[in-house]
């Protein structure tokens, strides 16, 4: 039981890492506005639709759910223990496709001002 739960923890955070990764290094090229980190204004670099990135949940939720199957069906077995990296790398996939690139190039500048 506890290899399921493992595996499918994992179906959910390959998915996640993807995403988090092709969106920092691919769409905001390696830049992070720091002070945007931390504040919950609709101003912030980060907002997105009400607090939600909804490309990122599109490009998680199947990537997910396919990294899943990869667990739970007995015909993919052989692929059960590298769900994470299915997961992974399918996320980063469906978000390189969805991300917005405009968005993570925008001409604001990176400061921290707390330096």
């Known amino acids: 039981m506890i290899h399921y739960t493992l595996d ?3 179906s959910f955070i390959g998915p996640l890492y993807g995403v988090l990764i092709l969106d920092f290094y ?3 090229r390696g830049k992070l506005a720091v002070d945007d980190l931390y504040t919950t204004s609709e101003a912030g670099k980060y907002w997105y639709t009400k607090g939600v990135n909804r490309r990122a949940v ?3 939720l199947p990537a997910a759910l396919i990294a899943i199957l990869c667990v739970m069906l007995p015909s993919l077995e052989a ?3 590298f769900s994470w990296f299915i997961g992974a790398g399918l996320g980063a996939l469906f978000y390189y496709f969805l991300a917005d690139r405009k968005r993570g190039l925008s001409e604001r ?3 921290n001002d707390r330096a």
């Open 8 to 10: 499918i923890l994992g």
């Open 26 to 28: 691919l769409v905001k």
């Open 58 to 60: 599109m490009a998680l």
């Open 79 to 81: 692929s059960a223990n």
């Open 109 to 111: 500048p990176i400061t």
